[in-house]
């Protein structure tokens, strides 16, 4: 398949050339994460795959498919140094990770659907906004924004589907029916084989789609996120 990657769109990998250092002068190395993105899998060909989620201009992604992802996202989102601010109405579901994520720091908070507050995102402590609101999320009083992104969840498709699809700059899709497969390809664009193949996706596996750019990613727990969330589930 030929990749044809949007700027400013879509899966980054990482960018840089290597470097080298001489080993009296590993002590002073710092490492920052820097624009690469936040680690969300690896691809069919075994590559990493990365969300930019720490933009300088409002991103926003559609994920329809499991909260066991969602919540994934949140956590290495978080682990990177974001802010997360989850708008939900099931905050029972996301007490545990927002207890455990930032080894007691408040790095993930929960709101009330319609109650996130303004987040003063910065280039210095971005923000992602996950939102966890049902088949039929409300516009969100805080929208994506320079240095803060938002993530929406849908757990299947819904009659707002289409549109989150078209104004989304990175749609993620998991399994979903034949039906639920056919019309969201129409949407985004995707090839038959891509459309038969969505009902048939293992837990966690997700097609990512930024224009005419796909990738498949398996998502690649770590012990600590099995430990924590259980292990890759479609549905809860």
């Given at each position: 398949m030929t990749r044809r990657i949007v700027p400013g769109r879509g899966l980054r990998g990482p960018r840089h050339t290597g470097h080298t250092v001489a080993a009296e002068h590993l002590g002073a190395l710092s490492l920052p994460?820097?624009?690469?993105?936040?680690?969300?899998?690896?691809?069919?060909?075994?590559?990493?795959?990365?969300i930019g989620f720490h933009?300088?201009?409002?991103?926003?992604?559609?994920?329809?498919g499991g909260l066991w992802t969602a919540q994934v996202l949140a956590l290495r989102a978080a682990a990177t140094?974001?802010?997360?601010?989850?708008e939900t109405g099931r905050p029972g579901a996301w007490t545990g990770l927002a207890r455990a994520a930032g080894a007691g720091l408040e790095c993930v908070r929960l709101h009330e659907v319609g109650r996130v507050p303004p987040t003063g995102a910065t280039v210095d402590t971005p923000v992602v906004v996950v939102r966890d609101c049902g088949t039929r999320p409300p516009r969100g009083r805080v929208a994506s924004s320079p240095w803060q992104s938002v993530l929406t969840l849908l757990p299947y498709p819904s009659a707002v589907a289409p549109r989150l699809m078209r104004t989304?700059?990175?749609?993620?899709?998991?399994?979903?029916?034949?039906?639920?497969?056919?019309?969201?390809?129409?949407?985004?664009?995707?090839?038959?084989?891509?459309?038969?193949a969505l009902?048939?996706?293992?837990?966690?596996?997700?097609?990512?789609?930024?224009?005419?750019?796909?990738?498949?990613?398996?998502?690649?727990?770590?012990?600590?996120?099995?430990?924590?969330?259980?292990?890759?589930?479609?549905?809860?």
């Open positions: 994460v820097g624009d690469d993105g936040v680690f969300i899998g690896t691809d069919a060909e075994g590559h990493p795959r990365l933009r300088p201009a409002p991103y926003d992604v559609l994920l329809i140094g974001a802010r997360v601010a989850v989304a700059a990175l749609v993620g899709v998991q399994r979903v029916s034949p039906d639920e497969a056919e019309s969201i390809a129409g949407v985004l664009g995707l090839t038959r084989t891509e459309s038969e009902p048939t996706l293992a837990d966690g596996v997700t097609l990512w789609v930024a224009g005419r750019e796909r990738h498949w990613v398996a998502p690649g727990a770590t012990e600590t996120e099995t430990h924590l969330l259980g292990t890759a589930r479609r549905m809860d």
